[in-house]
């Protein structure tokens, strides 16, 4: 019984397999002679700074809050997102809706309808959590729950 599966591993699924490469080839659906097209980089579209909350407006129940002035120009967006601490450095760009709903890989990506960094507003910027990208926020708010991250300049 042994040398039948012996048989059967050694002989029959290189056999196999090939047949199944050479069918492939003689469909067209494989081939080495055609040369390989370049992939052609997606261009985004650029977009105006959302603008800034304007201080003489008092929104309901924000009376307590400090008021916060922009840290940079108005009319600036964000393009990188850097936290030295933890060793992320991706640039952040926006996606629009023709590329799906699946996040971009090696980027950060933002939602436009939202502020920018230094506008006093919520931010909202996300990566996957892959290594290269926010694998180590997500690392780092597992042990103690993120403590390590309070503080840190991002």
Known sequence: ???VWK???YRLLPALLTAIGVALLANG???YTSAVEQPVAPTFPTYAP???VDPGISLPGASDAPNAS???PPDRVATRIVIRRLDIDLPIVFQP???GLFPFCDVALYIPALGQPGEGRATYIYA???VGMFLPLLTASLHNNGARMLGMTV
Do not use: E, N, S
């Open 70 to 72: 922009p840290t940079f």
């Open 29 to 31: 659906l494989l081939t």
């Open 1 to 3: 019984m042994d040398t």
């Open 50 to 52: 959302l603008p800034t």
């Open 7 to 9: 048989r059967l591993r």
């Open 97 to 99: 809706d023709k590329y």
């Open 128 to 130: 996957h959590a892959r």
